[in-house]
């Protein structure tokens, strides 16, 4: 496949892969790194104290630390397969749920496709982020009183941000997949006694696997983008605990079990004015992540969708031609052919 053979696929693939690899090495060689680091730094000279958690780049490169004093990059290394996995977890079942409700929307009655494209258009103009945090804080307030596991939470997340999709997505393929099935050719197999089975197994599918791919991809950095903002929400992957703090009031102070990256934002965004590296640091692992989808989505759907309509019109312009000169071949022979009869009866 010439995917294959793109440098500007390997670079972003590969790069994410070596994220999720990473993030199951960092417990093998580095086991205490979730552990608080040095509580200060001191002068080798003089022995005083120069430095306290969190750490800047130069005191711990290299991206400093966090406020317990852990190494910033490894936490966020370590926790890039809660992120990352995830998401592609995500992708998977938005791509299965919306290709089944779009194959039931695609051969419904037009009259109640139009009723209900109406409804389902509404999910489009709805935050998302909105409608997730509604549904999963009432869970997260249940984690934090103990009654569901960091796991069992983490599934539920999933399951979640995936169903919440499933409404415009089905109608958005039932509705290509419609447009699909009214082509002449379409028609000739009704007509010839074609079930939906086989309209679904012989034209759908070969025609929609290849933007399957591509679509997956989209739904796959959409879904990235929603971690941040839930992440903000203080909604991360596997909870987060809470721990108040104060005498005259209280002040939460978060930590989190998986370590993924929205939950490193969510631990310290309330430094945000003190020490921005401490959130823009997990921003900048999702802003790599996105962008390297978004560079495979934009190579897939080059090669798979564009590179296809651009071969399809190649070889109806060459059937054209030879078509053509098939034509004109044959006029110059029935020429030749009655210049001969001429000449005979001349």
């Known amino acids: ?21 990473g993030s199951f090495l960092v417990p093998v060689f580095i086991p205490d790194f979730q552990e608080s680091g040095p509580s200060y730094m ?20 290299p991206l400093g630390s966090d406020k317990l ?41 037009r009259w109640i496709r139009k009723g209900s494209k109406g409804i389902l258009d509404t999910f489009n103009f709805i935050p998302l982020a909105i409608v997730v945090y509604i549904l999963l804080f009432p869970l997260q307030q249940a984690f934090v009183g103990g009654a569901l596991s960091s796991f069992q939470f ?39 006694g074609a079930t939906r089975f086989h309209l679904i197994r012989k034209h759908l599918w070969p025609q929609f696997s290849r933007q399957s791919i591509v679509l997956f991809s989209e739904q796959l950095s ?8 839930l992440g903000i929400l203080h909604i991360t992957l596997g909870g ?18 998986t370590n ?19 959130l823009l640091a997990p921003l900048l692992f999702f802003a790599v992540s996105i962008y390297c989808v978004n560079v495979i989505s934009s190579v897939l759907r080059s090669v798979l969708i564009e590179g296809e309509a651009v071969r399809k019109k190649k070889r109806s312009k060459v059937n054209t031609e030879s078509r053509a000169q098939t034509n004109v071949g044959k006029e110059h022979f029935q020429f030749m052919q009655t210049g001969k009869r001429r000449d005979l009866h001349g």
């Open 260 to 278: 993924e990256w929205a939950a490193t934002m969510s631990i310290n965004i309330q430094q945000i004015f003190n020490k921005p590296l401490l």
């Open 240 to 257: 987060l605990m809470m721990v108040n703090f104060g005498i005259l009031e209280t002040i939460p102070e978060y930590f989190s079990v």
């Open 69 to 109: 004093g852990r190494n910033l990059f490894v936490i966020l290394v370590a926790g890039a397969k809660y992120t990352l996995i995830s998401a592609i977890v995500i992708a998977l079942l938005r791509m299965a749920g919306g290709f089944t409700l779009g194959i039931l929307y695609a051969f419904l009655p």
């Open 1 to 21: 496949m010439r995917v294959l053979k793109s440098i500007r696929f390997w670079i972003p693939f590969l790069l994410l892969i070596s994220l999720i690899i």
């Open 222 to 229: 959409q879904t990235l983008l929603l971690l941040v903002q």
């Open 154 to 192: 983490l599934i539920i997340e999933v399951i979640v941000i995936s169903l919440i999709v499933f409404p415009s997505l089905g109608m958005y393929v039932g509705q290509g997949m419609n447009d699909f099935l009214r082509q002449d050719f379409i028609s000739v197999s009704r007509t010839m």
């Open 42 to 61: 001191t002068d080798e000279e003089t022995g005083k104290v120069i430095a306290a958690p969190p750490y800047s780049i130069s005191e711990m490169p």
